[in-house]
């Protein structure tokens, strides 16, 4: 993923996400649902696209609020869909709502999302794809990639000679303490 290094750092959408937040570990439940969901609005679009109208979506998901988006209706769904400062497509609003509720299950089997994520890893791309598909809705390959990238669960995120990489690094992602043999041969990665 070297060439978002390149293109991304000061620039004025890109920059702030490159630097401080794609492949960092650490996030709490919120954070994680609203990657989540940015990802799974980003297939057939631009990331600049995505994070253009991320505070909008932020917004119009009620900060990403797991409980909230896990009990929306149909008047929610139509409301979303009117709403031009999101990506509107019926699928992907209703995939994230489903997700929501799934993110609410895994508390109670699991201890939370980060809990289930910490707890299936580490696993190849295509196992986590599967993984991903057995319990979420619109997590094809390229979503499921992205988002654990972006949460520091595949490597991948950060080119080595990029400064972000060392910022990364010294956090002591996912990947990083897993047997890198793992990953040999992910076309992924």
């Not at 109670?108 to 890893?121: Q, V």
């Not at 979503?143 to 490597?155: I, K, S």
């Not at 890198?180 to 990665?189: A, D, L, R």
Request: aromatic share 12%; glycine share 6%; hydrophobic share 40%.
């Amino acid at each position: 993923m070297s060439w978002y290094c390149e293109v991304a750092p000061g620039h004025p959408v890109h920059g702030k996400y490159h630097d401080k937040e794609y492949g960092f570990p650490g996030r709490n439940e919120r954070e994680l649902f609203e990657l989540l969901a940015l990802e799974i609005f980003q297939p057939g679009l631009s990331w600049e696209l995505i994070l253009k109208k991320r505070p909008t979506t932020v917004a119009a998901f009620e900060n990403f609020d797991v409980d909230k988006v896990a009990n929306y209706k149909k008047r929610d769904i139509n409301r979303l869909l009117k709403n031009s400062g999101i990506i509107r497509n019926r699928r992907k609003v209703e995939a994230i709502i489903k997700n929501a509720a799934v993110i609410i299950e895994m508390r109670e089997t699991h201890g939370g999302f980060a809990k289930w994520l910490a707890k299936n890893h580490p696993l190849a791309h295509k196992d986590w794809v599967k993984l991903f598909r057995k319990h979420f809705a619109f997590t094809g390959p390229e979503v499921v990639n992205e988002f654990l990238m972006g949460t520091g669960y595949l490597p991948g995120a950060h080119a080595k000679k990029c400064p972000i990489y060392k910022k990364i690094s010294a956090k002591n992602p996912p990947w990083m303490k897993a047997d890198q043999s793992i990953y040999k041969n992910n076309p992924k990665v």
